[in-house]
């Protein structure tokens, strides 16, 4: 895999790409970059017709090692690697550990090995484990194995074993790389770990550097799913700022998780170059489609329209009517849902309009919100998929903004619009 960067805007915002690699030579990917999220090799709700209907273009995949773990023995048995089993083999994929969509329960610390919690419950990896299951999913590219159990309110012995175990990990996933045949020339993330703390961050970097790695993950910031959604930028910026500095330019920057768009845009203007679709997902999970304006351009003028106001993130329980996502970790969680209409509200019940007005996908071109709001209301299967396929189209389309903007010197300017949207919500 070869990276490049193109362009670097006053901002530090980066245009770059990815290229040659392996398995599709030919694919050129833009950064920054958007993930498709999957869960199980599948993208959520949608098939391999109706993500077609989504998006047409070339597109990396990320398919967490949590949500496949269980199935390794037989995609090693199949023989031609993950892409092909699923039946997506003209995508390039990626597999990081965690699905950093959904939350990772904190505190369950081993000496050598990690935990991945799967639909069968706690699994037990190390690297030598983590590495074999590698080679059986055969992926254009993955993450090492990370211990990312961090948080803003982490002791400081935490976020110094996980810098030790994450560079451990590194060196050991690195060796076994090198070693075996099938992932030898497959390009490898290392991860960089230590909390809120800069010291040990910029330990992490200095101890990672002997390594030969593709590039790099930020992690450590949150336990994924929405604690993703409420990172505080004032937290962030001064840790983040460093420890980009002590990293060198020729290798991509990637942050997990559902991040919300502001605080995405403001990732990008320090230099932040690949993210996932995590964020999309959720809102559908929870009967949200998305409406923040996703672009400067006339023909996608921002929503003018009165939208429900939204007052500040209010606590819920993951799993209620109301809220969100079912699994055996629910838990109370702030949601903020000002970038989002909530389809399951009454308010709907009639309105004739589509989801976003002027929006191309094909929900707003064929369904309304009133039809959308009684398929959310009456638990139809149709709803999260024509939510899905919205808000993955919006959030596709929100990324080219993205990158024309810092083309053209108007990141701020898309900021400042979103900022605007946001208030008038509030108001």
Same mark, same amino acid.
């Given at each position: ?54 998006? *047409? ?15 390794? +023995? ?54 030598? *484990? ?37 560079? +451990? ?182 309105? *004739? ?75």
């Amino acid at each position: 895999m070869k990276f490049t960067v193109s362009s670097v805007a006053k901002s530090t915002a980066r245009l770059g790409s990815l290229s040659e690699f392996t398995r599709i030579p030919d694919a050129v990917l833009e950064t920054p970059l958007l993930l498709l999220h999957t869960r199980g090799a599948s993208v959520p709700h949608l098939s391999y017709d109706l993500l077609q209907m989504v998006s *047409t273009e070339s597109h990396i995949l990320q398919m967490p090692l949590v949500t496949l773990v269980e199935h390794t +023995k037989n995609v090693k048995t199949f023989g031609k690697g993950i892409a092909e089993f699923a039946g997506l083999k003209e995508y390039l994929n990626y597999v990081p550990v965690q699905d950093s969509g959904t939350t990772t329960p904190e505190g369950y610390h081993e000496k050598n090995s990690i935990s991945l919690w799967t639909r069968g419950g706690r699994k037990l990896i190390d690297p030598q *484990t983590y590495i074999t299951c590698i080679e059986a999913l055969k992926p254009d590219m993955f993450q090492a194995i990370v211990d990312g159990d961090t948080t803003s309110n982490s002791s400081m012995k935490r976020v110094k074993r996980s810098v030790d175990d994450t560079v +451990k990990f590194a060196g050991i996933c690195a060796n076994l790389k090198e070693k075996s045949e099938v992932l030898k020339d497959t390009p490898m993330l290392a991860c960089i770990t230590g909390g809120y703390n800069i010291k040990e961050r910029l330990r992490c970097i200095t101890e990672l550097k002997a390594l030969n790695v593709a590039g790099y993950v930020l992690e450590g910031f949150h336990t994924n799913g929405e604690s993703a959604t409420n990172l505080i930028w004032e937290d962030l910026e001064p840790v983040l700022t460093e420890t980009l500095e002590s990293l060198p330019d020729n290798r991509p920057r990637t942050f997990h998780g559902p991040v919300t768009p502001i605080v995405l845009l403001k990732l990008v203007s320090i230099g932040i170059d690949i993210f996932d679709a995590t964020f999309p997902w959720l809102v559908a999970e929870r009967a949200g489609a998305l409406v923040f304006p996703n672009s400067l351009l006339k023909g996608n003028a921002p929503i003018t329209e009165t939208l429900p106001s939204v007052k500040f993130p209010i606590q819920i329980k993951l799993g209620e009517k109301d809220g969100s996502l079912e699994n055996e970790n629910s838990k109370d969680e702030l949601v903020d849902r000002v970038f989002e209409i909530n389809l399951k509200d009454k308010l709907y019940f009639n309105d *004739t309009r589509p989801l976003v007005e002027g929006c191309s996908c094909y929900c707003c071109r064929k369904y309304s919100r009133s039809y959308v709001h009684h398929l959310s209301a009456t638990s139809e299967l149709q709803g999260p998929i024509l939510l899905m396929m919205h808000n993955l189209h919006h959030y596709i389309n929100f990324f080219r903004s993205i990158r024309l903007a810092i083309r053209q010197d108007q990141l701020q300017d898309l900021h400042s619009t979103l900022e605007q949207f946001v208030t008038s919500r509030r108001s």
